[in-house]
Each structure stands twice: as C-alpha cells, then as structure tokens.
C-alpha cells in the first residue's frame, strides 16, 4: 500500500498544467493526443515541475461535461506513462480518480470539492491520496453568470473551511488537504484581485495553500491580452501569491514560473536572515 500522501512541503511546489481536451480555454487540442501529453508532461516534468496536473475535461467558463468512460479513454494513458513523477488527476469523478490513483496518481484535484460526486472523498480516503479542494460558485457552466459576494475572502474562507472538516469527517486527514481559493471559478476580475491581495488570509486554514492563476482572463481583462499573451502578468500574479503564502503554484509555463518562485523564495530567506 502507498503511503499516504501529505503536502507538509518545504518549499513552494510547481505544479504544470497538462490538459488532454480538445476545448480549455489555453491550450485545447495541444495535447488531445496522448504521446503528445505525455511528451510535454516529461518536459514539464524536466523544466522543474514538481507536480503533474493530468485532466480529461475542460473546466473553462461554459464548457460542458463529458462521460467517465471519455474522460477515462483521454487521462489513463497519459497518467500510466507519468507515474515516474508526481501526478495529480484533475477531475470531479470518482470512478476517474480511483483509476488514475490505480495507475500512478498521487493526488485528486477535484474543482468541486467533493461536491459533485458523493463517493470521491471514499476514493481519496482509501487510496491515501493527496486532495486539492476548491472554491467555485456554480458549476463551470454557470458559474461566470453574474456571480455575486458580500464579501467574497470571507465567503471564499468558510467554504473552504466547511469542506475540509467534511473530508476529515470522512476519514482525509487535514495533512493531505491543499485549498484552492478558485481564482476564475466564479468570480468577477475585481473578486479575483481581492482574493489575490488577502491570500494570507487562507492560511489560518491550516492546510497548504494553492494559486492557479496561469493565464486566466483576469489577467487578459486587466491587461488586455490574449490567453496566449499572458506570460507577464501570470509571473506578477505567481510572485504575488508566493510572498503571500501559496504553497503550491498550478501554471502552464513551468519553466518560466519556477524561475519566478525560487526567485521570491531567495528573497524570502535573504529577508529572514
């Protein structure tokens, strides 16, 4: 039996987005096809990458469901061939997550968190998995449908909060838990700033915190620049988030980004010293 997976890290994790769908909103098509997803996977994995995030259906505003056993056909193969390194499976679906945690996965994604399928948090108990539970308001067809907050750090905080005591009422304990605050998940561009700027606030949840922030609209709307322009402002929007308190960083520029993180780690020791 694997042991149970904990994100008790020192450092902050790079985590590389690796979408095998023919629609999310950076990359659709790219890499539909597995040798190629699995390809960039290696290089991700070679440009610094400490986790693989695999995913099999697209989460972007509007896009629509997909089967498990379509999901299964795109994510399996692709998590059989990464195993070597630390995969995680983007995913809302029990029967996708036991699978992929069967042929290599570590860690369950899960942008629902354990909200959609009511046997998910079994499969991450029993399979000692890792498990980022995330904010989202709505579903990701609904979900940029005029959202509204009276105070959306605070509503985001006791969301979040509320779901990682149901997954240690099951049995997950708070080690292997990761938040995510869904930046882009039902948020407007001035929701997703305010959560930016008060990510230290997520901390007091006592779990580690993830930031995915590569490419979204905010960024675009913000600056005016296609999802394929958004390099600069995703660095910002990463150096923000790990002086602020993330642990983990989900992009799709490893490379770049890592450079981006350890940067702002080396002045994180250079000021504590």
Same mark, same amino acid.
């Given at each position: 039996m694997k042991p149970v997976f904990q994100w008790n890290?020192?450092?902050?994790?790079?985590?590389?987005?690796?979408n095998v769908t023919p629609d999310s909103?950076?990359?659709?098509?790219?890499?539909?096809?597995?040798?190629?997803? %699995?390809?960039?996977?290696? @290089?991700?994995?070679? $440009?610094? #990458?400490d986790i693989i995030d695999v995913g099999g259906e697209s989460t972007r505003p509007g896009a629509e469901p997909v089967s498990a056993t379509e999901e299964l056909k795109r994510v399996i193969p692709v998590v059989e061939k990464l195993a070597r390194f630390t995969v995680s499976v983007d995913t809302m679906k029990s029967e996708v997550a036991e699978q992929a945690l069967a042929a290599g996965a570590r860690i369950v994604n899960d942008i629902s968190a354990l909200r959609t399928d009511a046997r998910m948090v079994e499969v991450v108990r029993d399979g000692g998995a890792g498990l980022v539970l995330m904010h989202m308001k709505g579903t990701p067809q609904t979900m940029q449908q005029n959202p509204q907050y009276t105070n959306v750090v605070a509503? %985001?905080?006791?969301?979040? @909060?509320?779901?990682? $005591?149901? #997954?240690?009422?099951?049995?997950?304990?708070?080690?292997?838990?990761?938040?995510?605050?869904?930046i882009g998940f039902g948020k407007t561009v001035e929701q997703n700033l305010r959560l930016l700027a008060e990510l230290e606030s997520l901390q007091a949840l006592g779990c580690s915190v993830l930031a995915?922030?590569?490419?979204?609209?905010?960024?675009?709307?913000?600056?005016?620049?296609?999802a394929n322009e958004?390099?600069?402002?995703?660095?910002?929007?990463?150096?923000?988030?790990?002086?602020h308190g993330a642990k983990i960083v989900r992009v799709?520029?490893?490379a770049e980004m890592r450079d981006v993180?350890?940067?702002?780690?080396?002045l994180q020791v250079a000021k504590r010293n």
């Open positions: 890290v020192e450092r902050t994790l790079v985590m590389g987005v690796l909103f950076s990359d659709g098509e790219s890499f539909l096809d597995a040798e190629a997803a %699995v390809a960039q996977g290696i @290089a991700m994995a070679q $440009a610094g #990458a509503e %985001v905080r006791e969301f979040l @909060a509320a779901r990682i $005591a149901f #997954a240690e009422s099951r049995g997950v304990k708070k080690s292997q838990i990761a938040v995510d605050p869904g995915g922030t590569s490419r979204k609209s905010f960024i675009g709307k913000t600056l005016g620049r296609e958004r390099l600069w402002g995703t660095a910002a929007t990463v150096a923000w988030a790990v002086a799709h520029d490893v993180v350890r940067m702002v780690e080396a």
